[in-house]
Each structure stands twice: as C-alpha cells, then as structure tokens.
C-alpha cells in the first residue's frame, strides 16, 4: 500500500477556480463524473513543494480528454497553475497531488458539445514515504481475478471508472499482498492496479509494451534512465511466467517511484530482495527527481 497521507493543516482544495475547504469543495448531482465515472485524473508526487514532471502529468490527462472528447474545454496552462495554488496554499514541501477533471454537470448523457464548463479539483495532502524497511523487503503481489482484453480502450486512459482496479486492491488486500497484477487470458503479464511492472532476465530489463497498459510517467522516465545507464531494454509480451522467473522485478509509479517486487502469488523472486539492477535505477530515479526539484525551486525563486 502507499505511504501515509496526512492532510496538510489548513486542507485547502482547488474546486472550479477557487481555493476552498474540504467539506465545501463539492460538485453538483448531475455531474457527468459522478453519473458515469466520464472523467479523468492525475496522481502526482511533490518534492521540497515542486511537483515532479507536472507537464508531462497535464499533457498525459490532455490527451485522456481528447479520446473522451472533451479536451475542448481545459487549458494546460490553467491546469497548472491549479495544482501549483493548491501545494503553495497548503504550505506543502512533500506532497501528493490529486487532479480530477470532468466534463461538467449537464443532462443526460456527456457529448462533446454539452462540455463547456469542465469541473476541476485539486487535493494536495502530506506524503510520507515508505521506509528504507519497506523497499528493503518489497512489496508483494497477486494476480488479479479479471482478466484483461489488450484491445481495450480504457487501460490507456487514467479513467474515473475505477472499480476494475479497485476491485483488484481489495483481492490483494484479502491475500495480505500489496499490489495485484492484471494479466489476459493467454497469461501475458500486462500492469499492476495502480503501478507499471519491470523485470530483469540476465542483462536485460523487461517491460511489457505499451499495448493493454496505462504508459505511467515513472515508467517513461525509467526507460529513459535504462538507456542513459547502458542497461538494454525490451518493450514486449512479457509471460506471467517469465516473471515468477525472473533475476528480480519492480514497481513503478510516481509516488512510490521504484518499489521492488519480491514476491509473487507466495513465492519468491530470485532472492527474495532488492536486485543490482533494481537499486541503480531507483538510485539514479532519486538524482533525477532532486536535479528537477532543484531546478523547479530556483525557477520559482527560491534558493
């Protein structure tokens, strides 16, 4: 499971341009997100109050709103500043950052021209990390009771229409595991419920390919640290299999960033620990994210 979230002390939420309590910032009955789950989201990760690869989160949700149809009607820009107010106005160094959008409430089914006034929130809570204990162990994993369908569109999109996902938390929190694994009926090995899996099999790192997956932002930046690293890459059908086989696996995310994977279904990976492999990226992952900080910090003016 993530780390603790512990509100921030005035709890601020960004709700429809203006900054707002918790227990005001509502939305109406006949919002299309809260009828059809129509909507999207973002969850992101702030350090020393900047929050890491904010653009690329935007421009991942943008996308999102364009399948939907309804992209029309946010503005990047605005977006944004949103989820920058909310850390500044919460007083949060180390945060996680919520965005939800929606289309906006109107009757009837969503339609693209009935989406003129989006709904926009932003919740920013405390994150406590997960000790060096919980990277040192692991997390553990099950496989999912659902079976996926490669061809389907939803993967792909950060979607308000969870339950799926949901549903696969609780089956692993039944089985006392923390994380549950989506799988297809032919057994390939696709994501986890709320992270995007990696392996190593000899010299080589190993993810399953964009197909069926929700492409994460940690993700994209762990290919790019594999490659800047010398260590070769393969984006391809990946067996459940060869991953209860493999040298050793993680997890990513952007708020857990690299989390090892050390167990599967009960049963161990390689050693039952971190791998080499494992630590040189999330070693090299944690350089990234403070040079981005850094570099966020100065840009705002601080020293």
């Known amino acids: 499971m993530s780390g603790a979230d512990k509100g921030g002390g005035r709890d601020l939420v960004y709700c429809n341009g203006r900054l707002t309590s918790r227990e005001q910032a509502v939305v109406p009955a006949f919002d299309y997100g809260f009828l059809y789950g129509f909507g999207l989201f973002e969850t992101m990760r702030a ?16 996308r999102g709103a364009e399948r939907l ?10 977006l944004k500043d949103a989820c920058n107010e909310t850390v500044e106005a ?15 409430n109107g009757d009837g089914m969503p339609a693209p021209d009935k989406c003129a006034s989006p709904t926009v929130m932003v919740r920013a809570s405390s994150y406590t990390p997960h000790s060096t204990e919980v990277y040192e162990r692991g997390f553990s994993a099950v496989v999912a009771t659902s079976r996926r369908c490669l061809d389907s569109v ?9 339950a799926e996902n949901l549903l696969a938390r609780f089956h692993a929190s039944r089985q006392a595991a923390d994380e549950a694994l989506f ?20 010299p080589i790192l190993v993810t399953p390919s964009a197909q069926g997956i929700l492409p994460g932002i940690a993700r994209k930046d762990v290919l790019g640290l594999a490659a800047a690293l010398g260590i070769p890459v393969e984006e391809r059908a990946v067996t459940f299999q060869e991953l209860v086989g493999a040298d050793e696996a993680f997890l990513t995310n952007s708020i857990i960033e690299i989390m090892p994977l050390t167990r599967v279904e009960g049963r161990a ?11 040189e990226l999330a070693s090299a992952y944690r350089s990234l994210v403070e040079t981005a900080t850094i570099q966020g910090r100065l840009a705002m003016g601080e020293g």
């Open 183 to 202: 799988v297809t009926e032919r057994g390939l090995l696709l994501e986890g419920s709320i992270s995007n899996v990696f392996l190593v099999s000899g």
């Open 47 to 62: 350090y020393h109050g900047v929050i890491f690869r904010l653009d690329e989160h935007i421009e991942r949700l943008l």
């Open 69 to 78: 149809g309804f992209a029309a009607c946010l503005s990047a820009g605005k």
């Open 154 to 162: 939803m993967p792909g999109i950060k979607s308000l229409s969870y």
């Open 269 to 279: 990976i390689a050693g039952g620990g971190p791998g080499q492999v494992t630590r």
């Open 90 to 104: 919460n007083s949060l160094r180390e945060a996680r950052v919520r965005l939800t959008v929606t289309p906006g």
